[in-house]
């Protein structure tokens, strides 16, 4: 009895932390499939951005300096470029 109720218990929790990500945080998925993607593909998901600002907080040698960031937020989800 208290094996099967262990590998049961074992066998939900491992189902639970596999899909948890996409269960409880729906934007990480919609961000994912998102990433390397034209920024118009994420006003078509999430609309328009929340801001839009450039990036100037890291090194000037930084491949990162001054690129465009995007904020979107839209019923819960957000995606961050």
Known sequence: MNENIHKIAVTTLA???????S??????TAAENLMGKNVSEAYKVFGNPLFISTET????ESKFYGHNF???YFKGLEYDR
């Open 15 to 21: 189902a639970w932390l596999l899909s948890g990500c």
């Open 57 to 60: 907080s890291v090194s000037t």
């Open 70 to 72: 995007y904020q979107f």
């Open 23 to 28: 269960t409880l945080a729906p934007e990480r």
